[in-house]
Nanobody, 129 residues
């Protein structure tokens, strides 16, 4: 069983930065960040292989967001720079024990919620114009 606890959300003006953290317990093969804005479907933002370190980003955050991990602390991070109002959402940390998780993400070309079986409670990010 994997438990995930997010922190680091908040309110910021457009162009600002935030760093999200996700403390994980248990072994995983991939971890990632999803977000869901009111009235919209949950969207995969970034993922990382906890074994090899390869990463995936959805197009809208490439060049602005960076996903990373600190294996010693079992913590996942999402550094978000140049934030835009459209980044406003509840952000969720997710993890999976599927060995082929990154292959699945790359084959699909998108992060699907069904690929990840463990979820955090979410942290709110609000970006004002």
């Amino acid at each position: 069983q994997v438990q995930l606890v997010e922190s680091g959300g908040g309110s910021v003006q457009a162009g600002g930065s935030l760093r999200l953290s996700c403390a994980a317990s248990g072994d995983t093969y991939c971890m990632g960040w999803f977000r869901q804005a009111p009235g919209k479907e949950r969207e995969g933002v970034a993922a990382i292989s906890t074994v090899g370190g390869s990463t995936y980003y959805t197009d809208s955050v490439k060049g602005r967001f960076t996903i990373s991990q600190d294996n010693a602390k079992s913590t996942l991070y999402l550094q978000m720079n140049n934030l835009k109002p459209e980044d406003t959402a509840m952000y969720y940390c997710a993890a999976t024990t599927k060995r082929a998780c990154m292959a699945i993400v790359r084959a699909l070309g998108v992060m699907k919620s069904a690929t990840f079986e463990y979820w955090g409670q979410g942290t709110q990010v609000t970006v004002s114009a």
